[in-house]
């Protein structure tokens, strides 16, 4: 008897003693309330929650200290539990940084496929043009064609268009530029003549474009975020009178402002072909010589807009291409929501190049960053 009355003097002065530091830990933070909550009448395992919190508890966050009190109904451990993990992730990465991971925080499997990122938009919408180019053209004899084709002017277009990083090396410092990075790029833009059931629903044109782009860091938090080096090769993989396609390399820069406003400047260098197999000598003419990619978002990321401008650059015969694309904040689950793109100029597709026309699409667009 004499021992447990002494057992439970020691114990009913150990809860006296701690409940006298309560105060000047509630004045550090209430690191002792989960357990006054946890066990209210039971002195014992209470005195236990106050050792396992009183040394390490002081550092945790409450959302951390709420994983070392055990559930009432689970076995009492003597052993300390490990606090939670502190994320060193922000919540809120903007366009650029989530589109080039220049914080080096992608959470993609580099083993699987999961290193697969969006990189245009990818999108399905159905096109209506002012201006069927229903028998294409080029400088030279044997590209044009010898009849019109039976076209509607209303069709399927849609793009799909993805890329992955292939190596990267960080923590750089070298004339402003902090990381670099390497991606392998692909799109792929169809026209699909749908509705022409009578000539079988023909694909009007597929373009192909593989890229090799390499991605310099400047670490800003705004202002100059990026510069792109890039080699781009793009064709349609038709036989004449339709082939088209072309070489190039390009320089990129990419500014951005609030998180929510970003540019993206292109200059452009077509790589020269033999004369005698260019399929569209003329095509810088046309498709230009850089573009002009504004995008803005807000921070809830319900919607999108971004704006194409390509520009030949020439005074004396300036053509030029506007494309304005809108994923509105109409969602059809979490994988789509409603598109709307607008187009002006030459260039809608390689066919195209030096055909000029007006059209607008409604449809879904996927997955973007």
Known sequence: MKIAIKINCNILLSVVFCTALVPSAYAGGDIFLPCAQQYPGDD?????CYDRLAAP???LTPAARKNIVPDENAEASTTPATPAAVPTRSTERSYLTRAWN??????RDPSKLG??????QNYLVV???SNPNRQPSS?????????PRDMDAAEVKFQLSFKADIGDQRNIDFLGIKTFRMWGAYTQQSNWQAFNIRNS???????YEPELIATLGTGHVSGLKLINLGWVHQSNGRSLPESRGWYRIYLLGGWEWNDTTSIMVRGWQRIPENSLKDDNPDISDYLGRGDLVIRWEPKDKS????MLLRNNLSRTHNRGYEQIDWATPVRFGDAARMHIQMTSGFGESLTDYNHRQNTIGLGFSFREW
Do not use: G, V, W
């Open 127 to 129: 096109n209506r043009t």
């Open 115 to 120: 290193r697969l990122q969006p990189y245009r």
């Open 44 to 48: 014992a395992e209470r005195l236990k």
């Open 139 to 147: 400088p030279l004899i044997d590209h044009n064609a010898s009849a």
């Open 57 to 59: 508890a002081s550092a």
């Open 303 to 306: 919607q999108a807009i971004a």
């Open 102 to 107: 220049l914080d080096d925080l992608s959470n």
């Open 201 to 207: 629903s023909p694909f009007r044109e597929t373009i």
